[in-house]
């Protein structure tokens, strides 16, 4: 509440241009209720508070924005001023910055940083965007093969690096050859005389500048390294990525990740990134574009399962407790479905599902669907028997759930692994494509085997003729109710014709003979 008040006083006040006011309330605020302040104001007021703050808060503000503030807040300045904020940020903090701005203005202000800061921030923006390269901070701290510890530790007083930057030290060769990483705490233990080379170690853990920025979360994932190194084609160390940038480059697929399998993947540019911004505030065809494609996948199946619910017309007419379970039995299979295809691409991305032994993880995930399915399918037979059957003297209808659950189960989660496996191999995007194929496959199917079964199991008794069979007999034949097996006459007819030919007998009104 106490947020909420600041941030409606200080937007008061920019909006009044009383300047020295919002100056007042900004400078009573910490650093995180400033962030939030700037990140729900609108993108101008944003720019004006933040010119607002005095010089200590500014940069540790900064930092914390998301990009997108961080240009729009860039943009509304002087170069003057912008240079001063992107000279104290890190190389790869300042190309993150610039890839949200237009490319006119990263020009103009990238020709105007100091020499060594221009050429560091060109050799980043030359990799390609979502590889190691663009994401990595040139700067490391790194220690000759031929140093001592004492050597190495005096470097580490003189640097200028901040603490999380130094908890590895990289070790090279003269010609920047990389040879592994020595712990600090370990240069700590060490004797004094030992060569950092005989310190160091995983040599082997490390990515090259044009792998994929994922490679290097899979690699920290399986190290316990703070930081990986960052190689080119000749082995040579050319930057770093420490834990910090990964878990925003994790945050970043995840997210993409979980759009893509709303259906909101753009697949006209599979690699470009999802915005929220542009799914939020821009055109409305952009939102549209991006998700349309797949739902037809839906749509398509949603007629599909009616076809077949038309089909089973007569079923549900005369079992209309059949009718209580088919959400349940589409539902269930959707989740299950759902559950494998985000466990299916998580592992894929973080590399602990390799596609050459995709059988083994298939027949797993089939095993694991299997237990599922024999578990919820008891579970939901037994309510279906106790819930609907026995009261309407129909306990076969639990067999046909619990049956039909159990399979829908297995299958759904069978098709969460080999969809995305399929679609990978044929060149697809997996994540927006499999969970409507999925849920078409299993629907139709499932809803196939349940209908099929309530109709077999309880017996289910086939649509008469449209037409009635009528028993044709002489002028001078009279029959009975009892004579004709099937009948409903309360009368007699007496005509070999059908009875809109004929003529009743007198004495009898609305009565005639019906056959089998």
């Known amino acids: 509440m106490k947020l909420e008040s600041n941030y409606n006083q200080i937007r008061e006040s920019i909006r009044q241009q009383q300047l020295n006011t919002a100056r007042q309330h900004l400078g009573q605020l910490s650093v995180q209720d400033t962030l939030s302040i ?30 997108n503030r961080q240009a729009q807040i860039i943009r509304s300045m002087t170069d003057e001023d912008a240079l001063k904020i992107i000279g104290q940020l890190e190389t790869d903090e300042s190309v993150q910055l610039f890839e949200e701005m ?20 060109n050799m980043v923006l030359g990799y ?15 220690a000759r093969r031929s140093q001592t510890v004492a050597e190495t530790l005096a470097g580490l007083r003189a640097s200028h690096f901040s603490p999380e930057d130094l908890e590895v030290v990289f070790v090279i060769d003269k010609e920047r050859f990389f040879h592994g990483y020595v712990h600090v705490t370990e240069l700590l233990k060490a004797e004094a005389t ?11 853990w490390i990515v090259r500048t044009l792998d994929p920025e994922m490679s290097a979360v899979r690699v920290l994932s399986k190290s316990d390294l703070p930081a990986v190194a960052v190689l080119d084609t000749e082995n040579r160390l050319v930057g770093m990525l420490s834990s910090v940038d990964l878990v925003d480059v994790a945050e970043e697929e995840a997210s993409d990740l979980m759009y893509r399998k709303a259906g909101m993947a753009d697949l006209t540019a599979e690699k470009d990134h999802i915005f929220s911004q542009r799914l ?3 055109s409305i065809w952009y939102p549209v574009r991006v998700r349309i494609l797949f739902l037809f996948v839906t749509l398509i199946g949603g ?27 589409m539902d269930m299979g959707g989740n299950v479905g759902t559950q494998s295809t985000t466990i299916f691409a998580r592992g894929f991305a973080l590399g602990h599902i390799k596609l050459r ?15 599922i399915g024999v578990l919820l399918g008891t579970l939901a037979g037994i309510i279906a028997y106790f819930w609907q059957g026995i009261p309407n003297g129909i306990p076969q209808i639990g067999l046909a759930v619990g049956v039909s659950l159990a399979v829908v189960i297995t299958l759904a989660a069978m098709l969460g692994f080999l969809l995305p496996f399929i679609m990978i191999k044929l060149g697809f995007d997996h994540a927006p494509g499999a969970d409507p194929f999925i849920t078409t496959i299993k629907d139709f199917s499932g809803l196939a085997l349940y209908f099929f079964l309530v109709a077999t199991l309880i017996g289910v008794p086939e649509e008469e003729s449209d037409e009635t069979a009528y028993v044709p007999i002489s002028s001078t034949q009279l029959l009975t109710k009892s004579q004709v097996p099937g009948t ?12 809109d030919e004929g003529a009743w007998h007198p004495g009898f009104q609305n009565t005639y003979c019906q056959g089998d």
């Open 102 to 121: 237009p490319a006119k203005v990263v020009k103009r202000l990238v020709s105007q940083l100091d020499e060594a800061k221009r050429e560091s921030v």
């Open 488 to 499: 409903h006459a309360s009368g007699v007819w007496h005509s070999n014709t059908r009875p």
């Open 194 to 204: 030992t060569k950092v080379i005989d310190l160091a170690e995983h040599a082997g």
């Open 280 to 282: 939020t505030q821009g």
């Open 38 to 67: 700037l990140e729900n104001l609108q993108p101008h007021e944003a720019a004006l508070a933040f010119r607002l703050l005095d010089r200590n808060t500014m940069l540790s503000v900064f930092e914390t924005l998301s990009s």
């Open 128 to 142: 390609p965007d979502g590889s190691a390269g663009r994401r990595m901070n040139p700067n490391t701290f790194t």
């Open 357 to 371: 032994e995709f059988r083994r993880y298939l027949l797993r995930e089939g095993l694991i669907g299997a237990t």
């Open 303 to 329: 007629l599909l399962v009616g076809g077949l619910i038309d089909r089973f017309e007569e079923t549900l007419a005369a079992v209309l407790a059949a009718a209580v379970f088919i959400p349940l039995v």
